[in-house]
């Protein structure tokens, strides 16, 4: 940190003995990262050099000056050394030097000194450290210290700068997803990665804080000390990467307002799109179920009763109504406020707001037929209303009475007074009725329209007839006529009942008889029967478990079948089905049927056979061993399935299957039965061998154990096998897969640039390898997001090894868990780093049988 008069900066070569033992290499790394320190400006002017040799011999001077002379990398202003303080050494010094001086091959001056005063006349002690007789605060630990710190923290802004422009680059080429899942999980990822930047961002600056305070205490604690010059330029140096990183940080924010702006809108949007759909499909629902109003009636009760029901069908259906207006406006402010994806929105809104529109106008266009029905309606009862009471009258009156003079006179009156009120009851002009009500009248209502004005006709005739009949017996009389009493038909109604059965069920508890076995057990003996017991029930718990949990499998997996997989054969459901699903249940069910059968016709009845015989169970399972690879057929075909359900999820008819079968949970959640279901037979057979150690059927039950989980092994190597992208060729071709699992890989080839030679070396790449008969795949695991799904891999090729041209060297020096798997003669090669010494064993061992079977195949 010293400097000489002009500024020089001063560069201290103290006293140590083992100086001529410093590799070459490493002074000239000292010597270049000394000079780097200073500034350019204090660099330009050249260094002063202090060589401390008073306690060294000339010879070791000598050579010493020699070896910085042929090293500094830097302008050299002047060099002055501190010669050896023994008389004898003192004075073969000043002859020596002046014999050598040309031999240094230094173009600046070389003063030799006698002492510490002597060096303090060309550097003022200030500037020299305490063992050169100087003042300059110095302690070599702690510049050490602050050296590191600094450029680590330069390296740290470095770093964060382009880890931010990275990001930045990522964040800016990222495509928008198509749906609210995605979308959503993108923004959390993202928001999760921009806080870790920040975080990183404010650890940075906490730590260059916490330098340019280390810097700065001195003067914090003395207002009087005086920072040397460089001092002075680490403290420049950290402000410099402090706002360094504050700008970049400033960049950085407005970046991120601006990308989680376009987010969010995308979430929006892609939450409108989605409600968009329920809603829209919602109201396709609605208007099918208003478009079925179409009966007019055919009385004023059953008008009454539509009428009753298109208020409840349009109370029930406001609220899907108003969740469309809701959206509609939603739309409408996402419009309003310029969102980038306004002419995706415009006609979403349109529709919306036509479907409410159209939907109200129907609703109302259907009340006003109705109003009109009844009001038909209410005219035809009250005409026969009218024609009845007029019959009645007819039929009341008393011929008897009728025959003298006042009695028909009092006839004709009741007759003219009833008539009179067939002003308001009557049908007066059936074109008037025809014209009015042409909207509603369908054939039946016109012909029972045309029914009912016949009735009046005749009634009105009959009345006629017997006007002119009384007028007659009014006007003279006539021989009497018998008297005819009506006899009126009378109705009887018998009641039907209709009597339920109610059925009850009774279980026994189990608890009773456990606290009866525990009252009975008074001897050792006794306690050992009742384990025995307990043990026994624990097995058969098991057993009923598992049959009782089959048969719901069963009953579950005909239920998919019946009521999804055979609709999409229904005619009467096809036109619920869009164009795209049809034709696709193979697809979307796999061998789902063939599961089924293996279950209900085999392996229950098998299981039913023996649950009075626990020890029969594990040998049931491996019969049927055979059988349960349909599994692994069903599994492979699960992505395609899941795929072709994630665009058809929202589909109206798998809406209505759901309905229909009353299911609260949804299709995809009965997909994955099966692959619950096989992962459930390990559980309940170790549960069984834990009841079943040393007991008859054990070793069938171990084996029906190692069998099931080898499936699982299968059905699971099976599933991340089909998750490999991008291989061109036919994976079937390669042979059966033998071993998959995600390793550390460096790579040395012959070929290739050495730069990405010597960089494949020390970085390692993050593979997963599929190990088959015929070759050994490299990938690259990616994680995907579906909705509804947990997150699912998949496996991006890379590139492939053919196993003849395989060699495997089994142990890397250094580490125990790495192996080689070289290619064509080592021309590449590739040092495997297994997660555990465990794994890279079953792997070396797998490589070397298949090594050994295409060696002997070669024989």
Known sequence: GGRGGDGCPVITFPNYPAFSEIPEKEFQNVLTYLTSIPSLRDAGIGFILVIDRRQDKWTSVKASILRIAASFPGNLQLVLVLRPTGFFHRALSDIAFKFNKDEFKMKVPIIMLGSVSELQGYIDKTQLTEDLGGTLDYCHNRWLSRRTAIEGFAQKVKQTAQILQSFGTELAETELPNDVQSTSSLLATHTEKKDKMKEDIRLAVEQGDDILGSITKPVTENPEYKLNQDQLDNQTTVERLLAQLHETETAFDEFWIKHQQKLEQCLRLRNFEQNFREVKAALDIVSERLSAFTDVGNSCSHVEHILKDLANFEEKSCETVAKARMLASEGDAFIQNNHYAVDSIIPKCSELHHLC?????????????????????GLLE??????????YLLASQPVDKCQSQDGAESALQEIEKF???????????????????????????????????????????????????????????????????PRPEAFVKSPCNSPEILKYFKNTCFSIRMYKLLTEISTKHHIIHYLEIHLLSAVKHVINELIETERAYVEELLCVLEGYAAEMDNPLMAHLISPELQNKKDILFGNMEEIYHFHNRIFLRELENYVEYPELVGRCFLDQMEDFQIYEKYCQNKPRSESLWRQFSDSVFFQECQRKLDHKLSLDSYLLKPVQRITK???????????????????????????ILGILKAVNDSMHQIAITGYDGNLNELGKLLMQGSFNVWTDHKKGHSKVKDLARFKPMQRHLFLHEKAVLFCKKREENGEGYEKAPSYSYKHSLNMAAVGITENVKGDAKKFEIWYNAREEVYIIQAPTPEVKATWVNEIRKVLTSQLQACR
């Not at 159209?358 to 259907?366: L, P």
């Not at 014209?435 to 039946?444: F, G, N, P, Q």
């Not at 390990?682 to 009841?691: D, G, S, V």
């Open 419 to 485: 008539l009179d009120t067939g002003a308001g009851n009557k049908i007066k002009e059936l074109n008037k009725i025809y014209r009015e009500y042409a909207h509603i009248l369908s054939e039946d209502l016109k012909e029972h329209v045309q029914k009912v004005f016949q009735k009046q006709e005749s009634m009105e005739e009959m009345f006629q007839k017997r006007q002119v009949s009384l007028k007659k017996l009014a006007a003279k009389q006539t021989r009497p006529v018998q008297p005819v009493a």
């Open 681 to 707: 037979y390990q559980l309940l057979l170790k549960e069984m061998l834990k009841y079943s150690k040393n007991c008859e059927g054990a070793e069938d039950l171990q084996e029906a154990l190692t069998s």
């Open 357 to 377: 529109d159209a939907f109200t106008a129907e609703t109302e266009r259907k009340r006003n037929l109705l109003n009109k029905s009844l009001e038909l309606h």
């Open 382 to 391: 009250k005409s026969m209303k009218w024609c009845d009471e007029g019959i």
